[in-house]
Nanobody
């Protein structure tokens, strides 16, 4: 079993920054692809950023140049540095881990990010 725990959300003014963390624990014996998603009120969940086992990254167009995803394989943790935040970045941010050994995706419960104008 794998557990994911997000932290770092909060309330910030437009133009501010937040750093989200997602710590994975459980039966993880090697780096796995991980990603951040977000869901705004009354909107569908969308992918924000992803990172492969080898560290290759991918971003949604709306966050390119403002968000950076990174990972610490030794501690099974992935981060999302969010700069120049905008009100439209508001939502619940969840992390996901694709456990390659089982072909299963695990989700965290999410952390709320609110950006005021």
């Amino acid at each position: 079993q794998v557990q994911l725990m997000e932290s770092g959300g909060g309330l910030v003014q437009a133009g501010g920054s937040l750093r989200l963390s997602c710590a994975a624990s459980g039966s993880i014996f090697s780096p796995n692809p991980m990603a951040w998603y977000r869901q705004a009120p009354e909107k569908r969940r969308e992918a924000v950023a992803s990172i492969t086992s080898g560290g290759q990254t991918n971003y949604a167009e709306s966050v390119k140049g403002r968000f950076t995803i990174s990972r610490d394989n030794a501690n099974n943790t992935v981060y999302l540095q969010m700069n120049n935040l905008k009100p439209e970045d508001t939502g619940v941010y969840s992390c996901a881990l694709d456990l390659l050994s089982r072909g299963v995706r695990y989700w965290g419960l999410g952390t709320q990010v609110t950006v005021s104008s």
